[in-house]
């Protein structure tokens, strides 16, 4: 007989599969257990090691012993026409069929039931992600491929929750590192936590392949990481393992989950790149913790939270200086800062300028540096440089873009950018386009692109875009607040008043959202239901650009003439930063006021002793106010020089813009119809006015039926069609001012 059969005949091989079988049971069952009891990693090693010694030992003692009838013998003792070997292997065979179909049992579950076995994801959330399942999954054509999900805070302390989300964040950030690896984006792969999605409706959403996810069990100073990397699309667990350390060794655990993830995504197919990963650049635990609760205040964006952010950022610099990550980390969130209003463009430069040098110092190429310094040279929220320059900066940085992809800020910025300044929409969409195809779920994306959509008149795909901004963002104000722009544009206006009402609840910190209430309610001239609003833009940013517009346009809606061109006159000399527009109204409303008192000479003369440059109209000032005064000083000349002069003076100032590359001759915009005005054609200027200025709903434009700018405009206001319509817009306006002081007196507005 040979070797092979023998091994059959006393069932050594029966004994070796069914001890295999049972010591895979055997090691899931420990692995849970262990998990719950919070047992050292080192129980579980001494059991695998336990089982695979004991797997030779099993195999040596079927192989010498045998069952009898009368008890266990060695096999040289037995009789074989006495053997029962044949019935002994019947009964291994019916354990094994049972001991399989126990396993099969625990596979269906893990796969169609439980999902992912041991995933430590939360079930408990009450909102989910909506996915939408027509989306392609773009992770079978883009390669390897996937996302991190939040880590889940096993510990009993929930306010190290930062912890685990700051592990997946820096996680995320390693292996963004690697370049033949798609990453899902931050925003995207936390809209996940605490959902009850599957794995593989995440992947779907989120265009990856494989799905990373985790737990971390914090417990004093020793930390318990839970890492497994599935395969989405049959829920195959392609690697898992579980960490034990000291938190001093939190380092090296980010970087052996990273580098065990990039060779199990299988490093070939990444070019065998894994050796670029890199951690966060500190040793020092506290640094880091702090650095890693920054983070998690930094993702609320609230003003509130933007404040605790800066804090915990200095700290961890106070204890790592060369902390790099803390250090860009607080320039974003100067950037933030300045986006929402809390600090000027000149204050988030001398924030950021210091901190932009000093990482260049540490590294001379970083390009979120440049980035940062190109914001900063772009000026966050004014133009304040000559356009052909700002072309040039946002080239730029739409190339840097694709070097640092998840810097959403920036990328909202310079899509704004492109299809507001340089009125070149398509191109803000594209921006926007790219940053959702590594970030689809980033609602911030969603809802600029909304707004380019809006300021394009595409209704139908702005609302969509601004609806799924809101729907993934629930808890921010800005999409509230783009919900309310969307309205007016429907010319719903009590409706887009309630959603900035909601945007207040949501964020009442922030003045501004305030202040487009109060703006609204002194343009429909409600100068008691302003008040209440302009109270609370004035206790929470008393020297803002914005609290002084407010002011202005309170002195507007109580006709106090005098008090208003004294507001505007000091906003113009101290050339007031133009947050929601503060410059420009300031200078709207002051030439206005000159126009309708005939002393359109005192205005002249007053915009010229601020800026004496705007004066030569063959050279156009390099910022947006000395632009802005040079354009409406020329209008103030029509009650003292000839209309030939002011003619040549606008000939030259349309000259110089556009040799500046200033994106003024789109048809919609205003200067079109100073344009046709001064070329004498005033039709053209009248039809003009009609259809891009009249034709606005007047819930977007509360200030429309009102005679600005008279005197310049008396031949369009004279022209028949103007002013049937002009009567109709007061009409309108009219019941819109009952209809929103009814709406005044509803209990949510009165509580």
């Known amino acids: 007989m040979s070797f092979f059969e023998e091994l059959k005949r006393r069932n050594v091989i029966r004994v070796g599969i069914a001890y295999v079988i049972i010591a895979w049971l055997i090691l899931q069952f420990s692995d ?37 009838p009368e008890g266990l013998k060695k096999e040289k003792d037995v009789d074989r026409t006495q053997s029962i070997t044949p019935q002994t292997g019947r009964k291994l065979d019916r354990m094994i069929i049972g001991i399989m179909a126990v396993v099969i049992t625990f596979l269906v579950l893990d ?48 306010s190290n929750e930062y912890f685990s989300d700051g592990l997946t964040e820096t996680l995320l950030h390693m292996l963004a590192q690697l370049p033949d690896l798609h990453v899902a984006a931050r925003t995207s792969s936390f809209a996940f936590k605490g959902q009850n999605s599957s794995i593989e409706e995440i992947a779907t959403a989120l265009g990856v392949a494989h799905i990373l996810e985790g737990s971390v069990q914090k417990s004093g100073e020793r930390v318990r990481i839970t ?121 988030a430069r001398e924030q950021i300028e210091p901190l932009i040098r000093q990482a260049r110092e540490q590294d ?21 440089i000559e356009a052909l320059e700002h072309k040039s900066i946002l080239e730029e940085l739409r190339g840097l873009l694709a070097l640092v992809p998840t810097e959403t800020y920036i990328r909202m910025r310079v899509a704004g950018r492109l299809s507001g300044f340089l009125d070149d929409k398509q191109a803000g969409i594209e921006v926007l ?32 875009e601004i609806e799924r901004a809101q729907q993934l963002a629930p808890d921010n104000p800005n999409h509230y607040n783009l919900l309310s722009e969307l309205e007016k544009e429907n010319n719903n206006l009590p409706a887009a008043l309630d959603w900035t009402r909601r945007a207040i609840e949501v964020d009442p910190q922030d003045h501004e959202l ?56 000091a906003m113009i ?31 002249y003369d007053f915009f010229v002793s601020v800026r004496p440059e705007i004066t030569n109209y063959e050279v156009l000032p390099s910022d947006f106010k000395g632009r802005l005064m040079q354009w409406i000083s020329i209008g103030l000349m029509t009650g003292f020089e000839s209309f030939e002069f002011r003619k040549q003076a606008w000939l030259k100032h349309a000259a110089a813009l556009d040799a500046r590359g200033v994106p003024w001759r789109q048809p919609e915009r205003a200067a079109t119809t100073w344009d046709n005005i001064m070329k004498g054609d005033i039709d053209s200027a009248a039809e003009h006015y009609l259809e891009h200025r009249l034709s606005q709903p007047m819930a977007s434009n509360l200030n429309m039926h009102k005679r600005g700018f008279e005197p310049f405009l008396r031949e369009v206001f004279a022209d028949p069609r103007v002013a049937a319509r002009l009567a109709k817009k007061d009409t309108e306006f009219a019941q819109l001012r009952r209809t929103v002081s009814e709406l005044m007196l509803e209990p949510e507005w009165t509580q």
């Not at 695979?52 to 040596?60: A, D, W, Y």
């Not at 320039?331 to 463009?345: P, Q, S, V, W």
């Not at 994306?445 to 702005?462: F, V």
């Open 32 to 68: 849970v257990v262990l998990n719950n009891i919070e047992a050292p990693g080192w129980v579980f090693q001494v059991i695998m090691l336990m089982l695979g010694l004991g797997f030779p030992m099993v195999l040596i003692f079927a192989w010498a012993f045998e069952m009898t």
């Open 227 to 347: 890492a497994q990397l599935i395969r989405a699309d049959d829920g195959f667990h392609v690697w898992s393992q579980n960490y034990d350390r000291t938190l001093e060794d939190i380092f090296a655990i980010q970087d052996e989950i990273a580098t065990d993830v990039a060779g199990a995504l299988d490093s070939s197919l990444l070019g065998g790149s894994t050796a670029a990963i890199h951690s966060v650049e500190t040793t020092n635990l506290t640094a880091f913790e702090s650095y890693l609760k920054g983070l998690e205040q930094q993702a609320i964006f609230s003003y509130g939270s933007l404040a605790v952010a800066e804090s915990h950022f200095k700290q961890a610099l106070a204890r790592d200086p060369a902390f790099t990550d803390a250090r860009m980390a607080l320039a974003r969130n100067y950037l933030l800062k300045n986006g929402t209003g809390l600090i000027t463009d000149e204050q």
């Open 111 to 158: 796969r169609f039931v439980l999902k992912t076995g041991d995933e430590p994801r939360d079930h408990s959330a009450d909102t989910q992600v909506v996915v939408n399942k027509d989306e392609p999954e773009a992770a079978a054509e883009a390669g390897p491929s996937v996302a991190v999900l939040p880590f889940v805070n096993m510990s009993e302390d929930a």
């Open 514 to 569: 305030a202040a487009v209430l109060a703006q609204d309610l002194y343009a429909l001239e409600l100068p008691e239901e302003g008040d209440r609003w302009y109270a609370r833009v004035k206790a929470l940013a008393p020297d803002s650009p914005v609290t002084r517009r407010v002011e202005l346009n309170q002195a507007m809606a109580r006709k106090d003439y005098a008090q208003a061109k004294r507001l505007a006159g």
């Open 433 to 464: 386009q790219a940053g959702l195809l590594i970030d689809p779920l980033a609602a911030d994306l969603h809802g600029q692109m909304g707004e380019i959509y809006l300021a394009d008149q595409r209704i139908d795909e702005a609302r969509e």
């Open 364 to 384: 001379p190429d970083s390009r979120l540096a440049r980035a940062f310094e190109l914001m900063i040279k772009m000026g966050v929220n004014s133009s304040n």
């Open 573 to 603: 000399s101290e050339q007031v930063g133009n947050r929601q527009g503060s410059f420009f109204v300031a200078v709207i409303i002051y030439a206005d006021l000159m126009f309708k008192a005939g002393t359109e000479k005192e205005g």
